[in-house]
């Protein structure tokens, strides 16, 4: 998909660059933690559990590394914009749905977030695949 060349480079673009404070202190205080101890005890000062969780899994995949605690954010970022896409299309007009998911695309914002370790991509792509409208035989 055309949307996704767009948004995958803006978002995996210097993913290693250097880390910010809060990054840090999430690395330190949240992502070097075991699994079992993520999953068992109540967040502090990190309050992002899915995103403590799966920034734990890439550190282990990875190495530890500014990149592996990103990727998640960058990964949920991308598959944002698609689920944007497939609620527009299911909205919109097909050409309103790609624009509007054009905007999304290259937003500032967006790509901001989605190179930063924290949840709120995760948040973005949870919401809108909940409010994705279901066909009527699948209704309760």
Avoid at 13 to 20: A, G, N, V
């Amino acid at each position: 998909m055309v949307l996704t060349a767009v948004a995958a480079p803006l978002r995996l673009y210097k993913l290693e660059s250097q880390l910010w404070l809060d990054e840090i202190a999430a690395l330190t205080g949240g992502y070097r933690r075991p699994i079992l101890e993520i999953l068992t005890t109540f967040p502090g000062y990190f309050p992002h559990p899915l995103y403590e969780l799966l920034g734990r899994v890439s550190l282990v995949l990875n190495g530890e590394s500014a990149l592996s605690i990103r990727l998640p954010a960058a990964l949920f970022g991308i598959a944002g914009v698609l689920m944007f896409y497939k609620l527009a299309r299911r909205l919109f007009s097909p050409g309103e749905a790609f624009v509007a998911t054009l905007m999304i695309a290259v937003s500032y914002h967006h790509i901001y977030y989605s190179q930063y370790a924290r949840g709120y991509t995760s948040y973005l792509f949870f919401f809108l695949a909940a409010r994705i409208p279901q066909p009527a035989w699948r209704s309760p």
